[in-house]
C-alpha cells in the first residue's frame, strides 16, 4: 500500500543518486508465467541503457543498486505492480495491487508512477447492502478492505413477532408473494423492520464517509437493495454515488471486488475527462486556467496554479534548477536564482515542482490524456487572474 509519509519522504529527498523502477509485475499476465518474466527482460535490457548515461564515476554504485533490485525480482512479486526506490542507504519498495506501466530512472526519486496509480485508484466506499447486512468497503488501489466497525445486521432475535405469526411453512408460495408485501401484515412488519435497519445503516455510513474523507460511493446489491438504500441516504451525499452494481446475495468479497473495479475506474475516467475539457474550455477563455508547457510551468514558479493536470506519460523536457525547484521552458540559466540549471524531463521533476509552489497535481491517462493531447499534455487552473509576464520563467 502506498502510505502518503513515505511519498513525501522520497518527494522531499534530495538524493540526486535514487533509482526509481516501476514495474508492471501483473501474474495473470502470460509473458509473466514463464521462466523469465517480461518484467524481468525489460529491467535487465533498460538498465544496460541506463548504465550508459550514468556518468562513470558513479556508476559502480548504480551497478550494485541495480544487482540488488534484480536479486528481488527472483522472487516473483506479490503484488500485480512494483515499485522500488534504491540508493545507497535507501530502499524503499511498493507492491500494488495494479500494473504501474514500466519505468526506470536515475537521479532524484521518480514518483510519477505511484502518484498516477494512487491518484487513478482512488479511495472508493462500497456499501454491499442486503435485507439483513449492510458493509461497508473501503477500496483502494483496486484493493478492498473490509472496515470491521462498519458492518451493520440486522439482528432478528429483536423482531419479537407474536407468536402464532411466525412464518408458517410455505408463506413463500407464488400465491403469497403475489398479493405484494405490503398486503400481508407479517411481511409488512418485516419490511418495516429491514427499512428501519437501513436508515440506521444509512446515518452511520454517512458518519464514516466523513471521518474516512472518501468522496465516491458505490452502490452493490439486488436492484431492490440498492434502490430503496439510495433513497435513504441524504441528499448531500447523492453526487459522490458513482455507480452501481447489481449483486445477488451471497456477495462474496472477491465478486464485490471484481465487479465494483470496472465502474470505479469509469467513474475516475469519466470525471478526469470533464475536468480536462473544463480546463480546455477557461483556458480558451482566459479565464482562470492555462494550458500548454510555457504557460503551465510559468503559472507554477509564480505560485499561480492551484491545481496542474497532467499526462502521466507527460511531456517532454524542461531546463531545472535544483536549488528552487525551478523549471523553464527556455532559460538556460534559473530565472529565479541565476544559477546553472540542468536538462530533465518534465514528469520527472513536475510532482516535486508541484508540492513545492503550492500546487494539486492531477495526473490523468486514457480519453483525458487524448483530450489534453493537443496541449502538449499539461495544464493548470489557476488561482488568480493576472496575466503572465512577456518573458516566460
Ligand atoms: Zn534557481
Known amino acids: ?151 451493520f445486521v440486522l439482528d432478528t432475535s429483536d423482531w419479537k413477532f407474536k407468536s402464532g405469526a411466525m412464518r408458517p411453512a410455505g408463506r413463500k408460495s407464488g400465491m403469497n408473494v403475489s398479493r405484494g408485501r405490503q398486503a400481508d401484515p407479517f411481511d409488512a412488519r418485516v419490511a418495516a423492520q429491514i427499512e428501519r435497519f437501513w436508515r440506521g445503516a444509512a446515518e452511520a455510513v454517512v458518519e464514516f464517509l466523513r471521518g474516512q474523507r472518501i468522496d465516491r460511493v458505490v452502490l452493490a446489491g439486488t436492484d431492490d437493495s440498492v434502490y430503496a438504500f439510495k433513497t435513504l441516504l441524504p441528499e448531500t451525499l447523492q453526487p459522490a454515488i458513482v455507480g452501481t452494481v447489481h449483486l445477488s446475495p451471497p456477495m462474496t468479497l472477491v465478486e464485490i471486488r471484481r465487479r465494483v473495479l470496472p465502474v470505479a475506474l469509469a467513474a475516475e475516467h469519466q470525471r478526469e475527462t470533464a475536468l480536462v475539457a473544463d480546463l480546455v474550455q477557461q483556458a480558451a477563455g482566459r479565464n482562470l486556467a492555462v494550458v500548454g508547457r510555457t504557460a503551465t510551468l510559468g503559472a507554477l514558479v509564480r505560485g499561480q496554479a492551484r491545481l496542474v493536470v497532467a499526462d502521466r506519460g507527460a511531456p517532454g523536457e524542461v531546463w531545472w534548477c535544483n536549488a528552487c525547484a525551478y523549471a523553464s521552458v527556455h532559460a538556460e540559466r534559473c530565472t529565479h536564482c541565476g544559477g546553472p540549471v540542468e536538462r530533465v524531463e518534465l514528469a520527472h521533476v513536475l510532482p516535486l515542482m508541484a508540492r513545492r ?21 499539461i495544464g493548470a487552473t489557476l488561482r488568480y487572474a493576472i496575466s503572465a509576464p512577456a518573458a516566460e520563467g
Open 1 to 151: 500500500m502506498i502510505r502518503a509519509q513515505d511519498l513525501d519522504e522520497l518527494l522531499d529527498s534530495s538524493r540526486q543518486d535514487v533509482l526509481s523502477v516501476a514495474l508492471d509485475t501483473d501474474p495473470r499476465r502470460p509473458e509473466h508465467q514463464v521462466v523469465k518474466p517480461a518484467y524481468r527482460i525489460y529491467f535487465r535490457n533498460a538498465t544496460r541503457r541506463l548504465l550508459r548515461t550514468v556518468p562513470r564515476r558513479q556508476r559502480e554504485a548504480v551497478r550494485e543498486n541495480l544487482l540488488r533490485i534484480l536479486a528481488r525480482l527472483e522472487d516473483p512479486p506479490q503484488g500485480r505492480g512494483l515499485a522500488i526506490f534504491a540508493a545507497p542507504g535507501l530502499w524503499s519498495e511498493f507492491v500494488l495491487p495494479v500494473p504501474l506501466p514500466n519505468r526506470i530512472r536515475y537521479g532524484r526519486p521518480d514518483l510519477i508512477s505511484v502518484l498516477w496509480a494512487a491518484d487513478e485508484y482512488e479511495p472508493v466506499a462500497i456499501l454491499a447492502v442486503d435485507q439483513r447486512r449492510v458493509r461497508v468497503l473501503r477500496m483502494y488501489l483496486g484493493g478492498t478492505t473490509l472496515v470491521d466497525a462498519d458492518e
Open 357 to 377: 509552489h503550492g500546487a494539486g497535481l492531477e495526473l490523468i491517462s486514457s480519453g483525458a490524456a487524448v483530450l489534453l493531447s493537443r496541449h502538449e499534455g
